[in-house]
C-alpha cells in the first residue's frame, strides 16, 4: 500500500528529467527573505549562525554552506564529523562528505583519513579536478597537494569509546540515534540559489572501507536549482538503496511540498524494510528538504530527528515528524 501510493504521487516514476519538467514552471521568485539554511541535528543551530555570516559577508550560497560544516568539522566535540569523528572498528577515522551547486556541479570524497575538512576537499574536487569522486589515499594525496593539512582526527574521547566498545567485542556497527550524526546542509540566498553538502565520520564503529550515503550524490545530498534540494541523515544503507536525497527532490519536482517529498522517501524506505523481511528497529533516517520558492520539510523514520532552520527573521530547532515512535 505504501509503495502503490508513493508510485502514484510520483506520477509512474517519471523521475527523469528533472530539470526539463521544472523549466516549465515560472521561474523561482526571491521567497521575501534574504536567504535561508536548513540543517542535520542540534549542531546545525550553530552552523546555520556560521552560513549566515558568509552569506551576509557576499559569500554564495555555496561558501555559506561550506563555512556552515567547517564549524562542525572542526569541533573536536562533534564525534560524528570531521575531527573528533568516531572510528571504524579497526581505530581508523574516515571522513566521507559530498557537495552540490546550483548548477548542478558535484565533489566528493570517500573513506578519507586524516584531513579534518572533508567537505572543503570534497569542492576543491569539484573545482579543481575533472571528475567528481576521490576515495582513500587519493582523496588524501589530492587534499595535501591542496595544502590541507594532516592531522590524527582520533581524539582521546572517540579512543576511548572504540577500546571499550572492542572489549565488548559484538563488532555489530550501529547507527547512533542519540548521537547527532552527520551534518546535511542545504540553503537557498535571496536570488533563489540554491546548495548543500553533508559531511561525517560515517556509521561509528563500522567496517574498513565501508562508505555509507553521506558522500553519494543522489542518495546523502542532491540539489537540482530549478526544484530543490535534500540531504539525509541516519542509516546509509538505507538511503543509497533507496537513492533517497534525488527521490525527494523528485517527489518535489512531482508538485509534492517539501514535507510530503521526504515523507514519500521515508515510506518507501519502510517498505524496503517490510519487502526484504528485515528488522527495523535500530534504523533510523531523517530527510530535510527545501525547494526553490523557499518552502521547508522534514520527516523521519522514527522519533528523535531534529533539524535547525535558520532565516533572516528566526534561527530554530524543529522536531520532525516521523512514521515510527
Ligand atoms: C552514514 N548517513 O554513514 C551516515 C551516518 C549518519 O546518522 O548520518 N548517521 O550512513
Do not use: C, Q
Given at each position: 500500500m505504501i509503495r502503490r501510493s508513493f508510485l502514484k504521487s510520483l506520477g509512474a516514476l517519471s523521475l527523469f528529467p528533472l530539470s526539463g519538467q521544472a523549466?516549465?514552471?515560472?521561474?523561482?521568485?526571491?521567497?521575501?527573505?534574504q536567504g535561508l539554511f536548513l540543517t542535520t541535528w542540534r549542531f546545525g543551530l550553530e552552523s546555520n549562525e556560521e552560513a549566515w555570516k558568509s552569506l551576509k559577508a557576499g559569500g554564495s550560497t555555496l561558501d555559506a554552506i561550506e563555512q556552515g560544516i567547517l564549524r562542525c568539522e572542526l569541533?573536536?566535540?562533534?564525534?560524528?564529523?570531521?575531527?573528533g569523528g568516531r572510528p571504524d572498528r579497526d581505530g581508523i577515522v574516515t571522513l566521507d562528505a559530498c557537495i552540490m551547486d546550483h548548477e548542478g556541479n558535484i565533489g566528493s570524497v570517500c573513506?578519507?583519513?586524516?584531513?579534518?575538512t572533508p567537505l572543503s576537499v570534497a569542492r576543491a574536487v569539484m573545482?579543481?579536478?575533472?571528475?567528481v569522486m576521490l576515495v582513500g589515499d587519493g582523496a588524501q594525496q589530492f587534499a595535501l597537494e591542496q595544502g590541507f593539512p594532516l592531522e590524527n582526527l582520533l581524539v582521546p574521547d572517540s579512543e576511548r569509546e572504540w577500546k571499550q566498545w572492542l572489549e565488548k567485542s559484538e563488532y555489530q556497527p550501529v547507527?547512533?540515534?542519540?548521537?547527532?550524526?552527520t551534518i546535511g546542509m542545504i540553503g537557498i540566498d535571496a536570488k533563489g540559489k540554491l546548495a548543500g553538502g553533508c559531511s561525517t565520520s560515517g556509521m561509528?564503529?563500522?567496517?574498513?572501507?565501508r562508505v555509507g550515503d553521506s558522500p553519494i550524490i543522489g542518495a546523502g545530498l542532491y540539489v537540482d536549482g530549478a526544484i530543490g534540494a535534500c540531504t539525509a541523515t541516519g542509516h546509509g544503507e538505507e538511503v543509497i538503496r533507496t537513492v533517497g536525497s534525488f527521490r525527494v527532490v523528485s517527489g518535489m519536482s512531482q508538485g509534492l511540498s517539501p514535507r510530503d517529498a521526504c515523507k514519500a522517501a521515508i515510506e518507501a524506505i519502510a517498505d524496503f524494510f517490510k519487502r526484504r523481511g528485515?528488522?527495523?528497529?535500530n534504523t533510523q533516517i531523517g530527510f530535510i528538504a527545501i525547494n526553490a520558492q523557499g518552502e521547508t520539510g522534514a520527516f523521519a523514520l522514527r522519533k528523535g530527528f531534529n533539524y535547525a532552520v535558520k532565516d533572516a527573521n528566526s534561527a530554530e530547532l524543529i522536531d520532525a515528524e516521523f512514521l515510527l515512535d
Open positions: 523549466k516549465s514552471r515560472k521561474s523561482p521568485t526571491p521567497y521575501g527573505g569541533d573536536p566535540h562533534e564525534r560524528s564529523v570531521g575531527l573513506g578519507m583519513e586524516g584531513i579534518a573545482e579543481k579536478t575533472p571528475h547507527i547512533n540515534i542519540e548521537n547527532h550524526d561509528a564503529f563500522k567496517m574498513h572501507g528485515k528488522d527495523w528497529s
